[in-house]
């Protein structure tokens, strides 16, 4: 029975300790956008701003898949190119990064938020939007507004910090990407305790006193 009582703690222990590690996990979040209704070329644009006293926080974007073509602009800062990683920052009156796409299929890219925004006491928060243009930035495609938008909330009167989700304009699609890392440990944290559990129980059968009667 004492086994018992402390092997059952000690594995909700390792489950609270992956609970709290996927808390504090950065945000990473998979973005998808539909443009079969459209043809042409177009703008895909990355916009990252801040009010003047927000923490600093930087958006990573990878993963792009899509009818991507050459750059268009960006502002100075901003670094790495498409297909591979880009990264924005919100300081400094913010970045924009804008990239040229065929219109026609679908496109998709991963966007993860570094930086102490969440765990920070402020009150000014952070917007990242990615939006698709017309050639020459002349109207909206698919719509007014961004096809994805965050809204980095910091820590603010004993409320945790949190990322607001949306698609203004109705084109995009956002998920949450789960942590495979926290997971895996968490689950090699658990296994060791039931490998240790099991040794324990068997070498306390191999020294048990034998309770049977000579003859």
């Not at 920052?89 to 998709?108: A, E, I, M, P, R």
Request: proline share 5%.
């Amino acid at each position: 029975m004492r086994n018992v009582k402390t092997f059952v703690p000690q594995c909700l222990f390792a489950w609270a300790l992956f609970a709290h590690g996927a808390a504090q996990a950065v945000p990473r979040y998979h973005v998808t956008v539909n443009t079969a209704a459209h043809t042409g070329q177009a703008l895909m644009d990355f916009t990252f701003l801040a009010n003047a006293g927000a923490t600093p926080a930087t958006a990573v974007l990878n993963h792009f898949v899509g009818a991507f073509g050459p750059e268009f602009d960006r502002s100075t800062g901003v670094t790495g190119l498409v297909p591979g990683q880009v990264a924005l920052g919100n300081q400094g009156g913010g970045s924009y990064f804008t990239q040229w796409v065929s219109l026609g299929g679908l496109f998709s890219f991963d966007v993860q938020f570094d930086g102490d925004f969440a765990s920070t006491v402020n009150v000014d928060a952070s917007q990242f939007n990615a939006t698709l243009y017309s050639s020459g930035f002349g109207s909206y495609i698919g719509g007014a507004g961004s096809f994805a938008a965050f809204e980095l909330l910091p820590l603010s009167n004993g409320s945790p910090g949190q990322v607001l989700v949306s698609s203004p304009n109705g084109m995009g699609t956002v998920s949450a990407i789960p942590e495979p890392s926290g997971l895996f440990l968490s689950g090699l944290a658990v296994l060791g305790l039931v490998r240790r559990h099991k040794r324990r129980r068997a070498a306390a059968s191999r020294h048990a006193p034998s309770t049977g009667h000579d003859i």
